[in-house]
């Protein structure tokens, strides 16, 4: 299994958010938190900003789009020049129509579901996606503490997707630090979204280094 190490630029300084991308060349992606004030309490980055982010970042931008009406959305922020773009389940009106919008037009699909939401409806997506999210945290905020009572529905999807023939990447985005990044390794994540863990060291390739050293070493122990 390939550890992935999103960094999440919620927690990068939003003045200088080229030169904290650029720290952060040792990661698989940049995560881009979209959110709308509606789906979520919060309010960040719309399509404008992504666009111009694509246009400097030296690593792909994974965007997650906490927003309502990803059906009329999130096909854009893939012709905006995000590499993934992940779209919540709960807001989607048609899940299947939004993964195939945004896979036709040059970007892989993603589809999150929050710490509540049931993986099990959810299992026929899974052919229409390239990842899975499952959060642990509710979305909305930064710096949250990582919910361990998710991993029992991280391991469902982890035994599921491998029943399968695998190839859809899981992912979790929330709390994850040295010590979580393991019990969700552990469970069979392989994608790990992670902010203040990164940003807020001095060295944040270093950091990056060290989660994928955490991770590796829970899924050779486990």
Partial sequence: MSIRIHPSILAADFANFERDLRRIGQADAAHVDVMDAHFVPNLTFGLPMV?????????????????????????????????????????????????????????????????????????????????????TVEPGFGGQEFMTDVMPKLREAADTISARGGGVLLQVDGGVTSSTIRVAAEHGADTFVAGSSVFGSDNPDEAIHELRRQAEKAIRKS
Avoid at 57 to 72: A, E, K, N, Y
Avoid at 108 to 123: D, N
């Fill in 51 to 135: 666009e111009r982010l694509a246009e400097v970042s030296p690593v792909p931008l994974d965007v997650h789009l906490m927003i309502d009406d990803p059906d009329r959305w999130a096909a854009d922020y893939a012709s905006a020049g995000a590499a993934s773009v992940t779209f919540h389940v709960e807001a989607a009106k048609d899940a299947r129509a939004v993964a195939r919008a945004i896979r036709g037009r040059g970007a892989r699909v993603g589809a999150a579901i929050k710490p509540g939401t049931a993986f099990e409806p959810w299992i026929p997506l899974l052919e229409e996606i390239d990842m899975l999210l499952v959060m």
